[in-house]
């Protein structure tokens, strides 16, 4: 039986999968309550009541985008509508938005889930924390706030954009701690510097990063820039937001909050599980959710959970890798498959390369072509011909190392590319289908 006066996230092996099975349980019986499941247990024929262990979870029929999307915009509650006290919507990075719904006990657990993040990281009520996603319907915003003021930190909701105004906060209000995605942290150097101040020169300590893969070149060059250290947070509306992983202060993967989601990692062809270390599609099963449980939620995210369920940091919740794409933004490229992060990654290591850039995709002849347009950083700049063309051959090289295809460098100077301030949508496919 699980101590309910031990701390959430120092309980063991053992306890957390003894929560699971009585919450997966209680989970499958009341999302049986919404129109949408009902019928998926009855098509797959499987009995709610008989989930015996956590394997069981398997016989369970899975949930897709498309599920979401059909039952819009309230075929999946399970609860009367005076219990709603919200509901977000997806962002709509690919296709149509899709709506999620919350009690006031689905909300609060949410916040719970935030705040034991953030003092994971070492955050405390001494901090003052600028959170830099938009507000509104995307989960960003609102999601990190309220944990956040529930640790006690002085919380500034000024939200994406304004960037002038964020790096004067920065200042007047001696911020400690921010929460942005890669590409506006990106952008920030820049207008940092544009304004002839030093981005290492604030009082930040924390940068919790979300909403978008990035590589581990991008983290290393925030971190060394902005002198500070950087943790990865990830999550999806349909699964609350922000807060389903958390990284800790070892680093080494995200800690899944396994109190309140059953992960499964699975080969997106096959729908098997992938062993222990293998990337597969991340899958997600609400464990703590009474508006609206997702069970076996695809999140179509690519990732690998580590086979060590001991982290340095005495948490034995298991770890999620980065997040190294999504299924559904590998682009094929002459039949190669390729994934925006490998560009990005080949190009942040490479310190002339500035903070913007995008991948179009063209067709010639029936040949597909990719040109990558990239900002490079205003001191490599010279007006001398034959290093810029040597920067070209460089970058060429590292792409093609990278992603095995040859690719078009266009180098841009600094600014030229719009200003990312929230998710970045890098690739523009003008390829006819
Ligand atoms: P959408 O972008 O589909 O509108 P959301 O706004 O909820 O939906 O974004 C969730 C998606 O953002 C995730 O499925 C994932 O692809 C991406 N994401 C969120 N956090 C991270 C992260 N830390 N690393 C990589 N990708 C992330
Ligand atoms: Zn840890």
């Not at 019928?39 to 899975?62: K, M, N, Q, W, Y």
């Not at 940092?192 to 991008?218: K, M, N, Q, V």
């Amino acid at each position: 039986m699980t101590n309910p006066n031990r701390q959430i996230d120092l309980l063991d092996r053992e306890e957390i999968a003894t929560l699971q099975l009585e919450r997966l349980r209680r989970t499958v019986e009341v999302a049986a309550r919404s129109p949408h499941y009902r019928e998926a247990f009855r098509r797959a024929g499987c009995d709610p009541t008989r989930i015996r262990s956590l394997d069981d979870v398997r016989r369970l029929p899975f949930t897709t985008k498309q599920d979401l999307r059909d039952c819009y915009p309230d075929r999946m509650l399970t609860v009367g509508r005076e219990q709603l006290v919200r509901l977000h919507a997806s962002s709509g990075t690919t296709g149509q938005a899709t709506v999620i719904y919350h009690t006031r006990q689905d909300l609060d657990n949410w916040t719970s889930l935030i705040a034991r993040s953030l003092k994971m990281i070492g955050c405390t009520p001494l901090d003052t924390f600028q959170n830099m996603m938009t507000y509104g319907l995307f989960t960003g915003g609102l999601g990190l706030h309220y944990g956040a003021e529930q640790v006690g930190m002085t919380v500034i909701p000024i939200g994406g954009g304004n960037t002038h105004r964020q790096i004067q906060f920065f200042q007047d209000f001696r911020t400690t701690v921010i929460h942005i995605t890669p590409s506006y942290a990106l952008h920030l150097i820049d207008a940092i510097r544009d304004l002839g101040l030093d981005p290492a020169g604030f009082h930040l300590r924390r940068l919790i990063f979300g909403g978008e893969p990035y590589s581990e070149a991008t983290r290393t060059k925030l971190e060394e820039t902005f002198a500070l250290t950087a943790y990865n947070c990830y999550g999806l509306s349909e699964l609350n937001g922000p807060g389903v992983a958390f990284e800790c202060r070892k680093s080494e993967g995200m800690h899944v909050w396994e109190d309140s989601f059953l992960v499964e990692v699975i080969d997106p062809e096959s729908l098997e599980p992938v062993s222990p270390g293998e990337l597969g599609e991340v899958v997600l099963t609400n464990l703590n959710r009474e508006a609206m449980p997702l069970i076996r939620y695809r999140t179509r995210d690519l990732a690998f959970l580590h086979e060590d369920t001991t982290c340095p940091c005495g948490r034995s919740f298991r770890r999620l890798s980065r997040i190294t794409g999504r299924t559904d933004d590998m682009l094929i490229i002459r039949g190669v498959n390729v994934f925006p992060s490998q560009i990005e990654h080949a190009l942040m290591e490479i310190p002339e390369v500035g903070n913007n850039f995008e991948i179009v995709l063209d067709q010639e002849e029936n040949l597909d072509r990719i040109t990558i347009r990239v900002e490079i950083r205003g001191e490599t700049f010279h007006g001398d011909i034959r290093e810029l063309r040597q920067l070209r051959q460089r970058l060429g090289h590292a792409i093609k190392e990278e992603i095995l295809v040859t690719a078009g460098i266009e180098l841009l100077e600094p600014g030229t590319l719009p200003p990312v301030i929230g998710k970045a949508k890098r690739v523009i496919d003008n390829r006819r289908i």
